[in-house]
């Protein structure tokens, strides 16, 4: 089988279908993890907006936490726990229903009281009418590269071949089936191949015909210099009413965020070179949000900034992932839709992709994610959907603005 894209959807996808005896060749448009993935903040969150992303989250923390066991190849997880921060009455009463629906699922997580979030979060300062959760299962991987050079190094072990610098240009249909790819140099037949082409996600589909409902979004954050207002054993800190996250990273603090009127940008409209370096950074709305976190959070504003990083996320109409057989274009699968978790939710994604191409039965659940599940939409409907996805990362189903 062929996988279409090095990121982590593709590299996980290709490393569970090699794990199961397959052989599997990935072709990347340019070097492996060098688009969204190598730029992720690399957290992960078990509280999820539903049964199902919730079961992924998990699982995906389960994988990472004992990747070693099963790749054969070390990677370094951080896993100082996580708080999820309200400070308006609205978002406080969302979070008590994440509680409550989160614990429903299965994850682990409890109301935190004052002390707890004093004590367990050195770099925020709380003004004590905080609402937060703790939830001790969330981990982060510090250096997202980490990641894919693990996936990559086991990829390689298990006979995986990866081709950089080799984009896909051709996907044959014959008599009504995918039947392999093209490149430039070459044709490789195959029974399965699989999307995973990030914000290209469409564009690949579209070599065979196929129309995946995903709209591409700006998402950006910076790390500052090193500071000694931040213990780098800190806990990942959300704050939910201004959709800022937050986390020790390199000595400093990593700060990100989610603006309301977020950027839809990506290749659809550009020159055909176009790459996640061209994503337009704008260091101004990273700012504003860090701002919201000012009194709390000084270390967010007084510091100088060392990085600052962005690309794009795939934003589905729902918010949820698209994974599973493309419709009506047998032998053609995807992985995408990653509204933000992709890097994450990577671990279980490709877990249950490889399972479904190899059975071609669904793993429990997962019909739910299928790309059929929208019809046709319209352009402008699907980047509206996903423009308000991405505003409301933190409170899909919680209180609209103040
Ligand atoms: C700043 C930032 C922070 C983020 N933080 C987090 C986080 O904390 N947690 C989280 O879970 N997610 C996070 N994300 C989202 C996460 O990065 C993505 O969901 C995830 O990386 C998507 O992986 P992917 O494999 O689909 O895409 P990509 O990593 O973009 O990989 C797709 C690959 O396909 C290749 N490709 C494209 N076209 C072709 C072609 N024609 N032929 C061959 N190859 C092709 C591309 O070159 C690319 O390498 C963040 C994203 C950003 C931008």
Not at 39 to 55: C, H, M, N, P, Y
Not at 212 to 224: C, E, G, K, S, Y
Not at 233 to 255: E, H, N, Q
């Amino acid at each position: 089988m062929v996988v279409v894209g090095a990121g982590a959807l593709g590299l996980s996808t290709a490393l569970h279908c090699a794990l199961s005896g397959r052989s599997v060749a990935v072709l990347e448009r340019l070097t492996a993890g060098s688009q969204a993935s190598g730029r992720a903040a690399g957290l992960f969150k078990s509280v999820q907006a539903d049964e199902l992303r919730t079961r992924l989250a998990r699982r995906s923390i389960t994988r990472a936490l004992a990747f070693a066991d099963w790749s054969g190849t070390p990677l370094e997880v951080a896993s100082p726990g996580s708080f999820l921060i309200a400070r308006t009455a609205r978002h406080r009463g969302f979070l008590a229903t994440e509680l409550a629906q989160s614990r429903r699922w299965g994850a682990d997580v409890h109301a935190a009281t004052p002390a707890q979030l004093a004590e367990g979060l050195g770099y925020y300062k709380a003004a004590g009418d905080d609402f937060a959760l703790w939830c001790p299962e969330d981990v982060y991987i510090s250096e997202p590269a980490s990641l894919i050079e693990a996936m990559l190094a086991a990829c390689r072990r298990l006979g995986v071949v990866v081709s950089e610098h080799e984009p896909v240009v051709g996907i044959p249909v014959t008599s009504g089936r995918v039947t392999g790819v093209e490149t430039e140099r070459r044709s490789i037949g195959a029974p399965a191949v699989v999307d995973a082409a990030g914000g290209w996600v469409r564009q690949v589909a579209a070599l065979a015909g196929a129309r995946i409902p995903v709209a591409t979004v700006r998402h950006q954050l910076f790390i500052t210099t090193p500071n000694r207002l931040v213990d780098p054993d800190d806990p990942i800190a959300r704050v939910v009413d201004a959709a800022v996250y937050l986390r020790p990273a390199r000595g400093g603090l990593m700060v990100g965020g989610f603006e309301r009127g977020p950027l839809p940008v990506g290749p659809r409209h550009q020159d055909a070179s176009f790459s996640t370096d061209d994503v337009p950074l704008d260091l101004e709305v990273l700012r504003r949000l860090a701002a919201q976190v000012a009194s709390e959070v000084p270390a967010a504003t007084a510091a100088e900034i060392a990085d600052h990083r962005g690309g794009l996320f795939t934003m589905s109409p729902d918010g949820r992932f698209v994974v599973g057989p493309v419709p009506d274009q047998p032998g053609l699968w995807v992985a995408s839709g990653c509204n933000g978790s992709g890097f994450s939710s990577s671990l279980a994604i490709g877990e249950s992709l490889a399972a479904w191409i190899a059975t071609g039965e669904a793993p429990p659940g997962l019909t739910a994610l299928s790309p059929a599940r929208f019809g046709p939409l319209p352009d402008d409907v699907l980047i509206t959907r996903g423009l308000w996805q991405y505003a409301h990362y933190y409170d899909p189903a919680g209180p609209g603005p103040e």
